[in-house]
């Protein structure tokens, strides 16, 4: 980090609350992770003629309620953290941090926190391109040893595959559970599907009407009770897998 480093002491953080928006600031060896996860996006939306960033909501099935993101590429990552099982919660912006660095104050606000399975993680999202921008790399330098030094991952997204986020985007279509028929899905988690093609799926409910059986065996791809290969272009002879 330079000469000088991080001054731990300086180091804090501050938050909105969700529920009247009021700001509060605290040491960030000390703000605990149900704090940030309650925690309302630090910025408000910005909309004005001729802006350069695509803005928007997006609606989460991991959240069950809308997710911000302020770029195209910010939705991509957002659709894969709804999309990865081991997500158990989201939050944009999630916080205003705020260091002395080689003694200078730095401030930044990370893109999202994911709560998973393993621990938070803390992302920010930036097009591969702007990497190598010395201000860029230096905010994401400090940033990822704060994150690490409590033991949290730090993560820098940039343009994932083509072809996976096609795939993840399709099959976000699915995403809402509640449209789909418990016996029906119950019916497909009956069978015998490993190693069978999307299209023999598609087809091994005869007596069901289609269009209902087709949008069940995408909602299952969705919640990754069948596993495929997102690397290729989704099609009928795409090969499903139970996941290990």
């Known amino acids: 980090m ?41 910025r408000a939306f910005r909309w004005y003629l001729g802006q350069r960033h695509y803005s928007g909501t997006y609606w989460s099935s991991t959240v069950g309620g809308p997710v911000i993101y302020e770029s195209r590429l910010e939705l991509a990552r957002l659709l894969f953290a709804d999309f990865e099982p081991s997500v158990c919660h989201i939050v944009a912006q999630p916080f205003f941090l705020r260091a002395t660095v080689d003694r200078k104050a730095r401030k930044h606000v990370p893109d999202y926190l994911l709560m998973t399975d393993a621990g938070p993680v803390i992302v920010d999202v930036k097009p591969a391109r702007r990497l190598a921008d010395p201000k860029v790399a230096f905010t994401f330098e400090w940033t990822r040893e704060v994150v690490e030094a409590r ?26 559970g509640w449209l ?46 069948l596993a495929i290969d997102l690397s290729k272009p989704l099609s009928r002879r795409t090969e499903l897998r139970r996941p290990a």
């Open 151 to 176: 033991g949290w991952r730090y993560e820098v997204a940039t343009e994932p595959s083509p072809v996976e986020l096609g795939n993840v985007r399709f099959l976000s279509g699915y995403r809402r």
């Open 180 to 225: 789909f028929a418990a016996s029906l899905l119950a019916q497909l988690r009956a069978r015998d599907l490993d190693g069978a093609t999307l299209d023999n799926a598609l087809n091994c409910l005869p007596f069901e009407p289609s269009g209902l059986v087709r949008s069940a065996v995408l909602h299952l791809l969705w919640r990754q009770e």
């Open 2 to 42: 330079g000469r000088d480093g991080i001054e731990p002491s300086t180091v804090l953080v501050s938050f909105r609350t969700a529920d009247d928006m009021s700001e509060v600031e605290k040491e960030w060896a000390a703000v605990g992770t149900d704090e940030l996860a309650a925690a309302a996006p630090w």
